[in-house]
């Protein structure tokens, strides 16, 4: 069994796990991060079970599964593995995450960090986020590790005595996520003379209040965003995340992993801004109709806004049969 010391107990209470007794699925690689997922979760008082993904990317994957099965063994909690195939290529950070994802059970609990929470701001706003992506990812249950620095994780696992495992791949400058992290957060902390993490962290957090009442003010102003006029009517920040929330719904855009549309989800990317606004534009009238990615198309009739999904690709048709012979007793009968 693992003994759990005080460091862990005092950073419990800055967690926002689920009440003791949930049943939580926890997704953990091996690294400190995860593993102190854990030990936190447990020692929450929830039925954990540990997921590990097997991406089949690293030679010692396997090891790295043995791993997450001995620390949830002494930790009292369940274990199952799945394996995922990615292929190499472009966009190889996203398209395992995506991989990843889609083996994992629904809600379930990571152990992203202040300093994740950091770097995602920033990589999110050199993408040209708005204030959702700067909002980053929410506190709750699904990541109740947003208030620990990325320090304490590991001296939780080193309080419990568990060994974890390096992922390499966090030091390939090839990945902006890893550039974010020893380049520019490094050069922020140098220009301000302080730590950016907690500022950071915070700008998320005011961040997602303002999106989160938009989002309701914008369910209340626009209920329904098929209805033209009312689109057309609502002032531009609400009618713009009414069209969002609408296109996510029908999964009209791409997924988390940056593939084209395929099924509704809430891990689906927002359309890109200009398409938010050139569907207002067919909103109000200005145009009678737009493409979006994916081949989708959005037009307006009869007052109502109608998004129409790329039409599947013609296959060639069957060649025709070859004629059937007729031997000499059937041409007899």
Avoid: Y
Avoid at 79 to 104: D, K, Q, T
């Amino acid at each position: 069994m693992v003994v759990v010391g005080d460091l862990a107990g005092d950073l419990l209470r800055r967690c926002t796990f689920p009440p003791a007794g949930s049943v939580l699925a926890c997704a953990v690689s091996g690294g400190p991060d995860s593993l102190a997922l854990l030990v936190l979760s447990t020692l929450a008082g929830c039925r954990v079970t540990a997921v590990q993904v097997d991406h089949g990317l690293r030679e010692r994957s396997a090891e790295e599964a043995d791993l997450v099965a001995a620390a949830a063994g002494k930790l009292g909690a369940g274990f199952r593995s799945e394996r995922v195939h990615v292929e190499p290529g472009p966009n190889l950070e996203a398209r395992a995450r995506a991989a990843r994802f889609a083996v994992l059970p629904p809600g379930v609990a990571t152990g992203h960090t202040m300093d994740d929470q950091a770097e995602t701001v920033l990589c999110n706003l050199l993408r040209g986020a708005g204030a959702d992506g700067i909002a980053g990812m929410r506190a709750g249950p699904q990541h109740p590790l947003l208030a620990l620095r990325r320090s304490e994780t590991r001296a939780v696992c080193v309080e419990a005595g568990l060994r974890w495992v390096e992922d390499p791949t966090n030091d390939d400058p090839r990945h902006l996520r890893n550039r974010v992290r020893h380049e520019l957060l490094p050069m922020c902390a140098e220009l301000a003379r302080r730590d950016p993490v907690p500022l950071l962290a915070r700008l998320a957090e005011l961040a997602a209040s303002d999106a989160e009442f938009l989002a309701d003010l914008a369910v209340e102003v626009v209920p329904d965003p098929t209805v033209a006029k009312d689109v057309a009517r609502a002032p531009e920040p609400l009618a713009g995340r009414a069209v969002r929330r609408w296109l996510r719904a029908l999964g009209a855009t791409p997924d988390s992993g940056g593939r084209p549309a395929a099924a509704p989800g809430t891990d689906r990317q927002p359309p890109s801004l200009a398409e938010v606004r050139r569907v207002l534009a067919v909103a109000s009238g200005r145009a009678v109709g737009t493409e979006l990615a994916g081949g989708w198309r959005v037009r307006r009739s009869a007052g109502r806004l109608i998004a129409t999904p790329p039409a599947a690709p013609r296959t060639a048709p069957a060649p025709p049969a070859a004629p059937r012979e007729i031997g000499a007793r059937g041409a007899g009968r």
